[in-house]
């Protein structure tokens, strides 16, 4: 089933690229330019999620954000081109769902989106990730390989997760780290290598196992099957 | 009085001071010398009396009343005259200063007056200017009248008079004089001390246009002489903090221009086809944007901390959790061989801090301490609770900080090391964020590196009530 989003934001070029994003990770896109547009797309479409920048022109974000949460609880993710910890604050203390600050990665978005979604479209489906025998329950932190449960640390948890949403993709170290550890710890791209040989080492201790995580020389790490190894 | 002006104030001030001063000693001058001379009139119309009493009663004891006295009178005053029975303690001297003498009998018949204009009159009232004596016999009975004239229209008092108004005269000059010469002095000194202030005015004028290399030469009083210096302090601040921004902007500008030219030449060889669209190139790509987007989050943090608008979300933080967290670093120190020790005093179990501020903090300060420490060395965290504070120490026994750099080393982009690359180095930001987010706790941050000791940063996180319930 696929999901509408509604994307508010004035900038063409960053919405276009959010368009583009959103569209290959299989969702539907309605866009607003300004917070006026919005209210009348949202009023007509009903979308299930509002990606929602603050700073807009004619009526700003947070204006819009009153507005619809006067009306319902359409979940809603606010865009701060600032970090300015008032304007966070001040979001989700009228209702937002959440908040992504300038520069983001869109794959992170997406996966905000999804967590989003999933929170407040609680218990119509089990969340689940699969690719080949690896099966993730994402709301309960449990792997699968096969029918055995791999005794994960959460990093390592938060690691294959990365790797099972976008199979066969390389991912970087740094990548990685950002999304597992946060980007605080930007220079210990390294430790990565020890998480990756621990989660290697729990993965090979069960067969069969049709996955596995290959090092890609100069590079980092992809999750692939086994046969194409 | 505002409208005046300092200068106008002051003078104004000093004139009143000196007219009221010499106006009032001119008048005490004024009121003792009428005193004295009134005195001395009293005391010489005494005596006058006390002599014509005497002469008086001799008369009337030899003639049995006072008629004829007139004779003795113009006889004495006209001239020395050789009756020395009648002149019995008479002093010459005076006599020649005579005022003039009126003397009634008993039933007020003037029977003597020294001008001879009442002479055989009769006095119904007193003589106005005149001072009345009585005249009594040995048998201390009252034979008739003395009456002396006052000082005003005498000899003496027209000398009083005059005297008096030599004095006024004088005084009214000086007035004027002394009035002069405040003015005078008053211009002077008020010109002494507005003049620094003019010359603080002019410049503080002059770094309101932007020319903040503008100092003042401190002189004139002692409070002058301090606001000037203060003034030069303030000048030399803000031209600090300008140099310090404009190096700041340089610097941004010069850290971005690095991770941008490596993007652009990757994505325009991309472009045109000399360069394959690989996997390891989209992801070296990536890993530039992820830390360009990083040098972006600390500029704002640290914006945000020196405007004092950082927003620290304090909680209660177990310390075994900050030791956990710290697990990419010991992993990264394992590999290169450096022994970490971690060190906490027992009786701290939590710290009241922002969580993620605070790991950013510690990470900050031991990736620091990495950098500076040779494979085979050591770093060492200690928590301790020192007063009111937490105190964190992060030691290392690497080549430590040469003295010179120890005061800007918490300067922004600032490298002990110059020669160190941006891999290598960090982005420069990393101690300077440290400092900010300690001071956003209400903490102090230092360091110390004694020659071949290695170097200790120490911080500290107050310990709020939280922690004493």
């Known amino acids: 089933m696929s999901q509408l989003l509604l994307l508010v934001e004035d900038e063409e070029s960053l919405r276009s690229m959010l368009r583009e994003h959103f569209l290959s990770e299989g969702f539907q896109v309605v866009e607003a330019r300004d917070g006026q547009e919005a209210i009348r797309l949202w009023d007509e479409f009903r979308p299930a999620l509002i990606v929602l920048d603050i700073m807009l022109p004619a009526m700003s974000g947070i204006e819009v954000l009153k507005q619809v949460r006067s009306a319902d609880n359409t979940p809603i993710i606010l865009l701060t081109a600032r970090a300015d910890e008032v304007d966070k604050l001040l979001g989700l203390e009228l209702g937002a769902d959440d908040y992504i600050s300038k520069p983001f990665s869109p794959r992170e978005l997406s996966a905000r989106v999804r967590a989003v979604l999933r929170r407040t479209q609680r218990g119509d489906e089990v969340m689940v990730a699969t690719y080949k025998n690896l099966k993730l329950d994402i709301s309960r932190f449990e792997v699968y390989l096969g029918s055995t449960l791999l005794p994960l640390t959460s990093t390592e948890f938060k690691i294959l997760s990365l790797l099972v949403e976008h199979p066969g993709q390389v991912f970087s170290r740094l990548q990685i780290l950002e999304r597992t550890l946060g980007d605080i710890y930007e220079g210990y791209e390294r430790t990565i290598d020890t998480h990756i040989s621990n989660l290697r080492r729990k993965m090979e201790s069960v067969t069969p196992q049709d996955v596995k995580i290959k090092t890609v020389y100069g590079v980092g790490y992809k999750l692939m099957g086994e046969e194409q190894a | ?469």
């Open chain 2, 1 to 469: 009085m505002s409208k005046l002006g300092l200068a106008g104030r002051i003078t104004a001030i000093l004139i009143l001071i000196a007219v009221i001063s010499t106006s009032l000693s001119g008048i005490m001058t004024l009121f003792i010398t009428k005193k004295q001379f009134a005195g001395y009139v009293d005391q010489y119309s005494q005596a006058t009396a006390r002599q014509w009493s005497e002469i008086a009663n001799l008369y009337y004891t030899t003639h049995g009343n006072l008629e004829g006295i007139q004779e003795l009178l113009v006889d004495t005053s006209q001239a020395v005259t050789g009756k020395a029975s009648l002149r019995k303690g008479l002093n010459s001297r005076v006599m020649g200063n005579m005022r003039r003498l009126v003397i009634a009998d008993t039933n007020e018949q003037v029977v003597a007056d020294s001008s001879g204009v009442l002479l055989g009159k009769n006095l119904d009232e007193r003589i106005p200017g005149m001072s009345k004596f009585p005249l009594m016999s040995d048998e201390n009975r009252r034979i008739g009248t003395l009456y002396i004239a006052g000082p005003l229209g005498a000899g003496i008092s027209s000398l009083e008079n005059t005297f008096i108004s030599n004095i006024t005269t004088q005084i009214i000059i000086c007035i004027i004089l002394v009035a002069f010469l405040a003015l005078f002095l008053g211009l002077l000194l008020a010109r002494q001390i507005t003049s620094p202030l003019g010359e603080i005015s002019a410049a503080i004028h002059q770094l309101a246009k932007g020319k903040l290399g503008v100092k003042v030469n401190p002189h004139g009083d002692r409070e002058l002489v301090s606001l000037a210096q203060d003034f030069n302090l303030m000048a030399a601040r803000l031209l600090d903090q300008e140099q310090n921004r404009r190096r700041f902007m340089s610097d941004i500008a010069h850290e971005l221009r690095t991770p941008l030219s490596i993007l652009r030449g990757r994505l325009e060889a991309l472009q045109n086809g000399k360069w394959e669209n690989s996997e390891q190139q989209a992801s070296s790509l990536v890993d530039e944007v992820i830390r360009l987007t990083r040098l972006v989050k600390d500029l704002e943090s640290i914006g945000l901390a020196e405007s004092g608008a950082l927003q620290i979300n304090k909680a209660p933080i177990d310390i075994n959790d900050i030791v956990d967290h710290l697990t990419p670093l010991r992993l990264a120190m394992e590999e290169d061989q450096i022994r970490f020790e971690v060190e906490i005093d027992d009786r701290v179990k939590q710290v009241d801090a922002d969580s993620n501020r605070l790991m950013q903090i510690l990470i900050n300060l031991i990736n620091n301490a990495m950098r500076h420490t040779e494979s085979g060395g050591e770093i060492s965290l200690d928590i301790a609770e020192v007063k009111n504070d937490v105190l964190f120490s992060v030691h290392d026994n690497g080549s430590g900080i040469p003295q010179e750099h120890l005061l800007n080393i918490f300067d922004r982009f600032y490298r002990a090391d110059e020669s160190r690359s941006r891999e290598s180095g960090g982005n420069g930001l990393g101690l300077a964020i440290a400092r900010s987010l300690v001071e956003a706790h209400g903490g102090r941050i230092w360091v110390e590196s004694p020659p071949g000791q290695g170097t200790t940063f120490y911080f500290t996180i107050p310990v709020t009530d939280i922690r004493l319930i």
